[in-house]
């Protein structure tokens, strides 16, 4: 692919009126949000989300998440119901992704969806997405700003480093606060997960007055949501990673989490916000550091914590070569 000059924009008002008028043009955009930077591109041009999948390297089955500015924007395009509506209400903006039935005429590029009927969307919590979305007033599809398979960024300088030469601009918004990406939620007669993210789940529990089905509970179901971003090898940093290490071997760098001596740690007071913000800046810096082994220490599985095990899971697993890991 020719290299593309990267330009930066700056998050202010003529910064992100730049930025809207380089997606209008059909470039690729990466930007802030609460979970982790974006890459967008205007969801309804084929041709500009093509090249997104392009810069991404990634297998163009994994569908995109659409970022709006508000509720009504998400209702022009996809079909609320009770439940949708009441988790929209409770946690937009935030950190979570509903998918829903697609509405005939929205407009959405079929690229976008992978060929699917619903779409994924979600109201970011970030004043400088929000301000981009408004300048745009437009849909936006974004997956994380990294090559496929990759650390996904959490500051400007990891997409600078990660998608510069690939992308035709990033809005340098500081860093993510939340660090983990959206949680993904179904919201059909069966409420069910298909990504642990920002929001906890016991929050989105709470919030239903019930409990959410993951795929596995639903092998049987033939209405049974299919997830098809959630391959096995992702969040890959280049060392080989092992999880819920207490005694790292002389070899290992410690990845440490809660009272232990280690190089990096994600909270030394075991704070599993703090953790899940630091996560990914943590793997990034495992690269920089050229560690080849990583060991990482037990982390509970509650709250985000879920969704941080989630992702060093990931990080873990087996790299089959040319397998496509998802973005
Ligand atoms: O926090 C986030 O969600 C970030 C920021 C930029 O908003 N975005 C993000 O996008 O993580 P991405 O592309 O890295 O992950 C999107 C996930 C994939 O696992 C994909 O398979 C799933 O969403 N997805 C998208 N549309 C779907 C659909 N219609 N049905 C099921 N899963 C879907
Ligand atoms: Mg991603």
């Not at 993904?184 to 529990?205: C, D, S």
Request: charged share 15%; proline share 9%.
């Amino acid at each position: 692919m020719t290299p593309v000059t990267t330009r930066t924009f700056a998050a202010d008002p003529a910064g992100l009126e730049a930025a809207a008028e380089a997606l209008r043009a059909g470039g690729l955009v990466a930007f802030p949000t609460e979970t982790v930077y974006g890459l967008g591109v205007d969801a309804r041009n084929s041709d500009a989300v093509a090249r997104l999948y392009q810069a991404k390297g990634r297998p163009s089955f994994n569908p995109l998440i659409v970022h709006v500015a508000s509720f009504e924007a998400a209702e022009a395009l996809v079909e609320f119901d009770a439940t949708s509506r009441d988790l929209a209400q409770a946690f937009w903006p935030g950190a979570l992704t509903l998918v829903l039935p697609l509405k005939e005429g929205a407009g959405i590029s079929p690229l976008v969806t992978a060929g699917l009927t619903t779409l994924a969307v979600r109201m970011p919590d970030h004043a400088v997405a929000q301000g981009l979305l408004a300048a745009f007033d437009g849909p936006v599809a974004a997956p994380s700003a990294n090559p496929s398979g990759q650390v996904s960024p959490t500051t400007f300088a990891h997409v600078k480093t990660q998608m510069t030469g690939r992308i035709d601009g990033i809005v340098d918004g500081g860093a993510c606060g939340v660090g983990l990406e959206s949680t993904i939620v179904v919201a059909q007669a069966v409420p069910t997960l298909l990504r642990a993210g920002g929001v906890p789940a016991e929050a989105i529990e709470a919030a239903l007055g019930g409990t959410l089905a993951t795929p596995s509970d639903r092998v049987d179901d033939a209405a049974a949501p299919t997830s098809p971003g959630q391959l096995s090898s992702h969040y890959a940093p280049k060392g080989q990673v092992r999880l819920n290490v207490d005694h790292p071997a002389p070899d290992e760098t410690l990845l440490g989490f809660g009272p232990v001596e280690a190089p990096l740690n994600l909270s030394p007071s075991g704070d599993l916000v703090e953790a899940a913000a630091a996560l990914f800046d943590a793997l990034h810096r495992l690269n920089e550091m050229g560690a080849e082994r990583i060991a990482v220490s037990p982390i509970p599985a509650h709250g985000l914590g879920r969704a941080i095990n989630d992702r060093l899971q990931r990080a873990a697993a087996p790299r089959a070569e040319g397998s496509g890991a998802p973005a």
